[in-house]
Each structure stands twice: as C-alpha cells, then as structure tokens.
Antibody, heavy 118, light 102 residues
Framework: EVQLVESGGGLVQPGGSLRLSCAAS????????MSWVRQAPGKGLEWVGQ????????YYVDSVKGRFSISRDNANNSLYLQMNSLRAEDTAVYYC???????????WGQGALVTVSS | DTHMTQSPSSLSASVGDRVTITCRAS??????LNWYQQRPGRAPRLLIY???TLQSGVPSRFSGSGSGTDFTLTITSLQPEDSATYYC?????FGQGTDLEI
C-alpha cells in the first residue's frame, strides 16, 4: 500500500523558516518524481514544486523561487521542503504527492498545516 | 504558462442526476489533463488522467473527455458521496475548482 506521511508543520513567525518532511512507503520511491502542492485555507490547490527521481532537476512556482527548496533522500525514502523567509500568504496545508508521467499526482499524503503568523 | 478555467464554480444536483464540469485551457494542451476530487477535510484523489482514462478504483460513473483546449468531467447517477470539490490540472496549473453539492 502506498503511503505518504507529512510532518513538520506548525506555527512560525513571518520571516521564519520551517522544514517539512514526507515519509514514503509502498512503492519504489527512487524511481518517481515527487511534488509538493499546497492549499491555503478555503482556497484551491497550488503546485509548489517538484524534484526528479535522482534529485538532479527541481522546478518551483514563481512565488516561492529563492525561498523554498525541495530535496530528497532516496536511501531513506524521504522528501523534504525547506521553507525560508516565510510570509503570511504561505499559510496552507502542504501535501506531498507522488507523480506519474505528465505531472499527474497519483498519490497524496494527508497534508501538514503551516501557519505563518505573529 | 497555461491558465486553466473551470465552470461552473459551483452547482447543486440531486441523487441520480448527471452533471458535467468543464475545463478550458488558455492554449492547446493535447490530452494532458487530469481531474481530481477533494472531499471536505481530505486530500485530493486522482479520478481521471490523460483527459479520459479512469484511475484504478474510481467508479465508472465518472468519465472524462476532450482534447486541445476544452475538456469535460461527467458524473452520472450521482451519489451522496460525490459531494466534493473537483479540480482539473495540467502540469503545474490547477483550475480554480468546482464545488458540487448533492
């Protein structure tokens, strides 16, 4: 059974940093592109960024470029999202997602809530 | 970047009804279009990929069609559990969502 479990969410002050983790199991993690998708309270889905199976390519939505960084540890089946210089508008539930071809989000985690507030 | 526009933004229907949600891309995207269902408080779930291929485990009352710039998600014989928000998606862009109330 495919499982994606996010952790690391919480309350952080504007300008602060937070690191989300996603523990993957039930599939060949090192063979898959992975993405982060977020959802602000009461709003729609927004793709944040993605990382190639070997970590050699990474892409981000413009609003987080230079502030967020995606990484992975294939030996430990883990995906990460390092978030720096956080803003109130980054408040959202963050989902990790396993991709299939064509940037199709086949499996999703349960999400981790990040709240940026003073 | 391709912009995705869904319509309607919300709709209400009854059990047993048939509904159609449309998604329009700002430029041609061939068949690279996916549909997701998100129930309240839950993570999204993939329903349809490649515009018309049903994801494993999804009931056959869900179907997708279209290519180029215009796509549709059709749900027949609506069930109470179909109350949810539905999103189309192409690469890094999601539509704004359609709230379906049963």
């Amino acid at each position: 059974e495919v499982q994606l479990v996010e952790s690391g969410g919480g309350l952080v002050q504007p300008g602060g940093s937070l690191r989300l983790s996603c523990a993957a199991s039930g599939f060949a993690f090192s063979d898959n592109w992975m993405s982060w998708v977020r959802q602000a309270p009461g709003k729609g889905l927004e793709w944040v960024g993605q990382i190639k199976h070997d970590g050699s390519e990474k892409y981000y939505v413009d609003s987080v470029k230079g502030r967020f960084s995606i990484s992975r540890d294939n030996a430990n089946n883990s995906l990460y999202l390092q978030m720096n210089s956080l803003r109130a508008e980054d408040t959202a539930v963050y989902y990790c997602a396993r991709e299939a071809s064509g940037t199709t989000f086949v499996y999703w985690g349960q999400g981790a809530l990040v709240t940026v507030s003073s | 970047d391709t912009h995705m526009t869904q319509s309607p933004s919300s709709l209400s229907a009854s059990v047993g009804d048939r509904v159609t949600i449309t998604c329009r891309a700002s430029q041609t995207i061939t068949s690279s279009l996916n549909w997701y269902q998100q129930r309240p408080g839950r993570a999204p779930r993939l329903l349809i990929y490649g515009a018309s291929t049903l994801q494993s485990g999804v009931p056959s009352r869900f179907s997708g069609s279209g290519s180029g710039t215009d796509f549709t998600l059709t749900i027949t014989s609506l069930q109470p559990e179909d109350s949810a928000t539905y999103y189309c998606q192409h690469r890094g862009t999601f539509g704004q969502g359609t709230d379906l109330e049963i």
